[in-house]
């Protein structure tokens, strides 16, 4: 396959990993009439995991991404 092909695959199933946590998000805030910190620390995580488990050439760094995301999350919970 060529690069170009390859690059359009990696862009559809980043986006189709994606889709299901952006439509529990929007659907979920919608429902409460808010955007819950926790919520968003999720959908932050779930994105960043999508892009280093799915794009096309990705740097060791991007897990940082995830992993920052996910600390903000391990910190909303502890805080309550």
């Keep these: ?47 960043a995991l999508c892009f280093f488990l799915f794009s096309f050439q990705v740097h060791e760094k991007s897990i940082l991404m995830a992993v920052t995301s996910t600390v903000a999350i391990w910190v909303g919970q502890d805080a309550r």
Excluded: D, G, M, Y
Excluded at 8 to 28: E, G, H, M, Q, S
Excluded at 36 to 43: F, P
């Design 1 to 47: 396959p060529s690069r170009e092909w390859v690059v359009r695959v990696c862009a559809v199933t980043t986006i189709v990993a994606f889709l299901p946590a952006a439509k529990n998000f929007f659907v979920a805030s919608i429902a409460e009439r808010r955007f819950s910190r926790q919520r968003v620390a999720t959908l932050l995580t779930v994105s």
